[in-house]
Structure formats: structure tokens, C-alpha cells
């Protein structure tokens, strides 16, 4: 354990902790910048100040706040795996719950995870409007484990609290007034002085401290009703199909109900410790860490100037471009949307308004918001109306000649200083850029379809883009709730790139014997949605289709009518509830396809070795885009895969999942691999360096 000299002790307390007397309250102010994370200096400096006023007969009642933009977000995610540092949370709340005296939680901005917690081991809660309570532990793979699934439940209830614990969703300051969860609302400018007044009031009521833990009557209806953990059960089943913490969640809270508190409290940190200690867990705090790190550019400093984006242009009303302008339409960036017919300019405006319009049904959106958005759209059939946008992005078809000739109009009628995006999927974005001549503000912007709900955002720096339009398009992408990967100009840039070996290898190994539904189970079972020839069914074949030297399947299928799900018939037959079965039809084309290609037909893979044939490649591209520098870090791959192709995130992404399998069978099989298909499969020297030296991909 790391010991810090009482000096040190005393120099981060005073730092974090700021402790002041207003008549008979004692306030304790934390503030610990970004976001008040409960580590071991918050902890120290709470503890300290708490005994103080505990200890102080002059202080009656005792207010814990925070400075800054938030309250506590919870514990410190980044201490987690390492030794525990006294006093623990625990140790914390223990002194709190036993102050002898009212503690109040003030609350603004956020109280997440073991900052709720804390609330919730205070007598009582003030909050402001603005203020947000969540406890968003499932997120990271975890259950709240410091109270959180005991006392929750008493306030309001199991089954709300299976909800929120089960979601991770937080709640407005109002609905947990509603709720029981805060007592008091503050007004936004004056929480500690209303919070003082509260707890006059309560002090002036001179009644018994109320405390949590003591509450029975929300949990004592639900003895004898195990059917509400049955229900939530098949709930997770579906909705969080993989992830361990459901589990654990809904047995913790089930033990809220049926145990004492103390018993309760220790069924939760078993619980909370062996999620803790998993590799879900630790894959999906490393996550969290690495979609953060992501917009972080080394070299390019935090205060580089960014251009002022108050208007874009979008060439391309198709399904892309409708769903591109969407995004700045819902931040309210004005749009100027280019067609080049009057027919294809009012359809996508169509789909638009429709988007926002079922959005508006599922209640989601108001109509005022949907009348307010499609007002910012202007429709045009004139690349020249783009005179006045800071930023275009073109959305066509993807051939350069076409691309490369809307880029040299785009550039003579924009004004100086626009940047011009193209989001091409696997063009040279530095051929594009060289057909104007503002090359250093020209950027790939890969959006991902539907490019109205999917998070990722491939940037893609150009050999000349400038440090400038790099910042800009960064600061925009949280503009418009996108999570930017940078990427580096290659074929497929890095979610599609490391992605396409998963679909090369899926579409061999149906001619070596394995069929569709195994390698689509495989995949299944591992995390995915759906396996890639269930998606392609989804998608429709002829959309996916490419052009190969060789016969292929998928043109066979094509040729036989069977484009997917739409026709009935693709890699798989549908009934007319879209319910798949395997096809004879499949099968003979298969076998055909393989004899005449000379691929002789063997018993099929076991789910194990598909998922080495189908992910270890990936690995392999993935090791190479970061030797080639495409990508910034390996965890920038990890979030590409996740956002982009949803690789399960309870892996921790391709790179993480190496990491966790072990580099040396990833070459060992890889090196099998390549012995039986060919050189292709040959390991990247970065995976063999890494796998000799015991090092890792992440880190
Ligand atoms: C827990 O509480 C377990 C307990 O039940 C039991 C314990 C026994 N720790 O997101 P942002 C950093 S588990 C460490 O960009 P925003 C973040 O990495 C915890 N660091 O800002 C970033 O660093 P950097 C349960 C944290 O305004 C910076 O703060 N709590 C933590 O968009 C700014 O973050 C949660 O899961 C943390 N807890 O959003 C809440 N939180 O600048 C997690 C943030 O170097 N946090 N950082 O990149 C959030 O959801 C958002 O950060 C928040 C602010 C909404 C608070």
C-alpha cells in the first residue's frame, strides 16, 4: 500500500477541501477538478472534514457540497485494479450515516455512481433544477457497490430501482423529488444558502434523523413477489444479452428486499467484488477511458483556434446526406442540403421530416422541435448557393472522378477558410484534396450509417490537413454528439478496414464446409447483434455486392433473385414473419461454388475455431494499421469496432480482446493459419514483437 506523508496528507486536503462555519452548520466544500471522481484525496478530505464537524458540539448539522461543475461522479474509475487506499468509501459513509447530527447532500450538476451513493447515505438530499442522480454503474460492468443497490430500493421501491440501477439512466432533480430521492428543491444560483434553510427547518422540526437504511415500507410489499425479478431477468436477457452485471444487479437488489441491511450490504459488495474483479468489467472501464481519449490529438494543443462552423452545406440528399444534415439540424446549425434533381432533393427532405416526425411520435421530439429543425433546412439544386457555409461535407456515390470534380467546384464557390469534407468509406482523401486548392482544408468526415444515430465519426487527416480544421472538425464532432476516431488516409480508414478480414473469412469458410448459421452463431454468441450473413440478408444482397475476379456466392444468390430479406430468400429463407431457416437452395450453391473453385469441403469449425479464423485476421489488420500509423493509439481501434461495427463492448474491442486472449496464441494461430490459406494470414511484426516481449496492444 502507498503511504503519503502527513505533510502531503495535509497539502491535497486543503487543496480539495474547504470548511467553513455559518452559524450552527458546518459546510464541507469538495473540490477536486474535472469532476469531483471520489479517490483517495476526496476520501481523505471528506473523512477529515467530517470527523471535524462531527466531533465539533457547536456544528448541529453538516452540508456537503462540491465546487466546480458537478457534484461527486462517482468513484475514481481509474483506481479500480489497483490496491485499495483507506479510508475506503465505505470507512466514508460509515461516518456520515453515524454523524449523529443531519448531513445534507447539496447537489448540481451530476451525482453518478458513488456520488448518488453518498446522497443517498445523507439524512437528506437539496438539489438543484439543473441537477442530474444516476446510478450508471452497468455502464462500466459493474453494480453500485457502495450502498446504492440497498438504499435505493428502500426509497422508491424495487422495481423503479431495478430500472434505473438496470438502465444506468440518471434523473432530473424534479423526478426525484417526485421519487422521495431529494427532499428539497434549491433554486439554480443559491443552493447552499436554500440548502441552509432546509436544514434550519429540519433542525427547528427537531425531529429523528431520518436515515435510509432504517426504511422497510417501499421494500416490505415486495417479500413475497419474486416474479419482479423473474421479469427483470428476461428483460437483461434481451436487452443486455452477454453482460455479466445484470445479474448481479438484480440479485443484489432482490437481497435489498429479503435481507436485513447489514446482510443486505454485504450480499452487495460479494456481488460488487466479483464483477470488480472480471474481464467484462475491466474491458468496459477501459472503454470508457479510451472514447475519452479518443478527440485527444498528441501535438495538436487544446487551445489551437478553431474556425467558426454557423452554417453547413451537405451535397447529397440520399440516405447518408439526410442523415448528415440531420445531425446539425438537431444542434441547430443551419443546412443548405444540394441535389442535383428537384425528385431526389425532395425525397431526401421527405425522409427528414419523416425521421423527426417518428421520433416526435415515440415522444422523443416536440413537434415545435420538429418545426424549429426543418426551418434550418434550406433545399438547393446549385452547388453556388454554398457561397455563405463554413463547412460543405459531399455525400455522392463513390467515384473519384465525380468526387474530384464536385471538390474543384466546391472550392471555386465557398468562400476562403471553409472546409470541405468528403465522406467517402475507402477513397484517397489526399487525391480528392489535391483537386482543389485549399488541400490544408480539406478532411475526410466518415460518418456511419445511419448517419443520424450512430455515434462513431472516422476523421480523416489528410497529408496536408491543417492543425487548424483538425481542431475545428474535433470540437464539431461533440457539437453534434459524435465520438471522432482519427484516422490516416488508407483504404477503408480503420473501422471498415479491420472489420472487411471478419467478412473474407466468414465468406471462405461457408465454401470449406461450415454454413452460414454456424459462422452467424459463432458470432452471435461471442457479442455481436447478428452474424455478417443474417446482416446481409438484413441489408439486402445487392447492396453489398462487389465485383470479384472469381465466382462467388453472393452474385450466384443474386443471380438466383435472392437479394435477402426483401425478396425472402438470401443466405437464409423467411418465412412471412421474417423468421429464418437454413436453404437447400444455399447449400447447393455453396458446393457449387466450391467445386469450381477447387476448394475441397471439410467437417465444419467448432465455434472456437471459427471465432480464431473469423477474429485473430481482424487482430492481425488491426496491428497493422498501427504500425502503419493509421491510427493515433490502439484504444482509437477498440472504439472504431465498437461504435462502428458493434463489436461487443464487454470485450473491450478487438485490441483489448487480444490483449485478453494472449498475443502469443494470437501468432501461434495466425502462423497455423498461414501454413494452410497462405501469407496473407502471416502475423503483423508488431503482433510478433509484442508477443515475444510479453507486451500488450493496449495499455
Ligand atoms: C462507482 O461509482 C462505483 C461505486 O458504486 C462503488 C465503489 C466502491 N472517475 O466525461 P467527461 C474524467 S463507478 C475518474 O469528458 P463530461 C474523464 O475521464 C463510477 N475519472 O466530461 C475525463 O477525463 P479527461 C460511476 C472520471 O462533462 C474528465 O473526467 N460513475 C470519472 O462530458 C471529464 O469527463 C460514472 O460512471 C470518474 N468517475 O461528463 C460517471 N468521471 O478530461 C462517469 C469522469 O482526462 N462520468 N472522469 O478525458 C461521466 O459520466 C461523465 O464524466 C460526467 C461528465 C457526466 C460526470
Redesign the pocket.
Known sequence: MTRISEFARELIMKQIAFQQRRGEMGIVTIDSP??N?LGIGVRRALDTSIRQFKDDAAVKAIIVICGG??FF??????EFGKEPESPL?SDVFNLIENAGKPVVAAVHG?A????M?LALVCNYRVAVPSAKLGL??V??G?L???G?TQRLPRLVGPELALDLILSGRSIGANEALGLGIVDRIAREEALLDDAIDFVRSVLREDKPLARVRDRGDRTEPYKDRPEIFAAARAKAGKTARGFLAPENIIKAVEAAVTLPFDEGMTREREL?VELRESTQSAAQRYY??AE??ASKIPGLSADTPKLPIKRVGVIGAGTMGGGIAMNFLSAGIPVTLVEMTKEALDRGIGIIRSNYENSAKRGRLTTEQVNRYMALLTPSLDTDSLGDVDLVIEAVFERMDVKKSIFEKIDAVTKPGAVLATNTSFLDVNEIAAATRRPEFVVGLHFFSPANVMRLLEIVRGAKTSEQVMATVLGLSSTIKKVPVVSGVCYGFIANRIMNPRREQAEAVILEGTSPQDVDKALYDFGFPMGPFALMDLVGLDVVKRDEPYRTVKQDLLNAGRRGQKTKAGYYDYDDNRRASSSAVVAKIIADVAAERGIAQHAPLTQEELIGRLLYPVVNEGARILEEGIALRASDIDVACILGYAWPVFTGGPMFWADTVGLPTIVAELRKMAEQHGPGFEPANLLVQKAESGGRLTS
Open positions: 474535472p469532476v471522481a461543475r458537478t461522479a462517482g468513484a475514481d474509475i481509474s468509501l451530476s453518478l455512481g458513488g456520488g451513493e450508471p454503474e455502464k462500466l459493474l453500485p457497490g457502495a446504492g460488487f470508457f477511458f475519452r481519449q
